[in-house]
């Protein structure tokens, strides 16, 4: 009698699956074939898409967005590059390779972007600049681009306005002045001297801390303060006690890591496989980053609420590597470390203590 029933389930299972593939396959054809179809789907991914409610990002909170966490090493995700939001301020801190695509993809809202920080002038810390500034100036960025960063900052500036000059022209003249004006089109570099408080506007205080990235001198991290909250953003660099002078307190320490092991076995592989040249590049960038081990004692000693891992050397591309990155930060820290991916989230709500946290 059982039996009799399970066959019967069978069958009817096995028919409506027939019945659903049927269907899918139908609807494809159709879809392949009926240019209405076609036309009315493009119209609804649309709609879907622009006629969303725009994210609420800064306001009384300090939002931060991963718009970019690998290094050189590594392919997928973007290189470096962290949003910040306070208020109704935005800053992004560096603008690594695919960063500016990254961006567009999260939706961040590129129209509003107040300036670029620059960490340092490492390739994957400027790639994409030249990205950002048309995503936001087609976005209706309000004035020119200021680029933050140390010393040299006129001189990628520069090299950035030069290449992408002629692009400037040609876009105000095909779409007119009304739509790309000339007057927001371009880069204006912010040439930071020493550590100091280099933006304090509307509540919203930036502080620039020279950290050890040797021979890059300068390199810098950044510290955001809004309404009793406050983000630390490392750059590039080993373990650095001026960096954890300046991060005391933070509600959240946002520091680069290199998996040393990873990058050994790295650098031998290349060097065992007919790379030498390779192997020793890779092997030679152990000295100028920080372990995640070292993080989370520079985090523990500044007393940061939440440690979160960016700027990975290697870039974790499954879970397997990412359990390497986390081997022995328990045991110095067996709570509060996140390891950030791209997009994201983290929100700090004004005078208080939550820290809400959108992987
Ligand atoms: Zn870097
Ligand atoms: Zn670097």
Redesign the pocket.
């Known amino acids: 009698m059982a039996k009799g029933i399970f066959h019967k389930a069978r069958r009817i299972g096995g028919f409506l699956l027939l019945g659903l593939i049927t269907l899918g396959l139908g609807f494809y054809f159709l879809l392949l074939n009926s240019e209405g179809l076609q036309d009315r789907l493009v119209a609804r991914a649309f709609e879907a898409r622009l006629s969303a409610p725009p994210r609420p990002l800064g306001g009384d909170a300090i939002d931060v967005v991963f718009c970019g966490t690998a290094s050189p090493m590594g392919q997928g995700a973007a290189q470096s590059c962290v949003a910040v939001f306070a208020g109704d301020r935005f800053f992004i801190v560096d603008t690594g390779a695919r960063s500016a695509d990254m961006a567009t993809r999260l939706d961040l809202p590129m129209g509003r972007l107040d300036g670029v920080l620059l960490t340092?002038f490492?390739s994957?810390?400027i790639a994409a600049l030249g990205e950002m500034h048309l995503a936001s100036w087609v976005r209706g960025r309000p004035q020119k681009l200021a680029v933050y960063g140390g010393a040299g900052v006129a001189q990628v500036v520069d090299g950035f306005n030069l290449a992408y000059g002629l692009d400037y022209g040609y876009r105000t003249a095909h779409h007119t002045e009304a739509i790309m004006p000339s007057r927001t089109a371009g880069l204006v570099a912010k040439t930071i001297k020493g550590d100091q408080v280099i933006y304090d506007v509307d509540g919203l205080k930036i502080t620039a801390v020279s950290v050890n990235?040797p021979p890059?001198e300068p390199?810098y991290g950044y510290r955001f303060d809004y309404q009793g909250r406050s983000v630390f953003i490392s750059g590039?660099t080993t373990k650095d006690d001026n960096l954890i002078a300046a991060a005391k307190g933070v509600d959240v320490l946002i520091h680069e890591v290199l998996q040393e092991g990873l990058v050994k076995a790295t650098s031998e592989a290349l060097t065992a496989f007919g790379q030498p040249k390779l192997g020793q590049l890779i092997f030679d960038t152990l000295d100028?980053h920080t372990t995640p081990i070292e993080a989370a004692q520079a985090a523990n000693e500044a007393g940061a609420q939440l440690l979160v891992f960016y700027h990975y050397a290697p870039v974790p591309q499954n879970a397997l590597v990412h359990r390497i990155f986390m081997r022995g930060v328990d045991a110095v820290r067996p709570e509060g470390v996140l390891a950030a991916a791209d997009g994201t989230h983290i929100s700090l709500k004004g005078n208080s203590e939550a820290v809400e946290i959108t992987p």
């Open positions: 340092h490492h994957d810390h990235h890059i390199a590039d100028y």
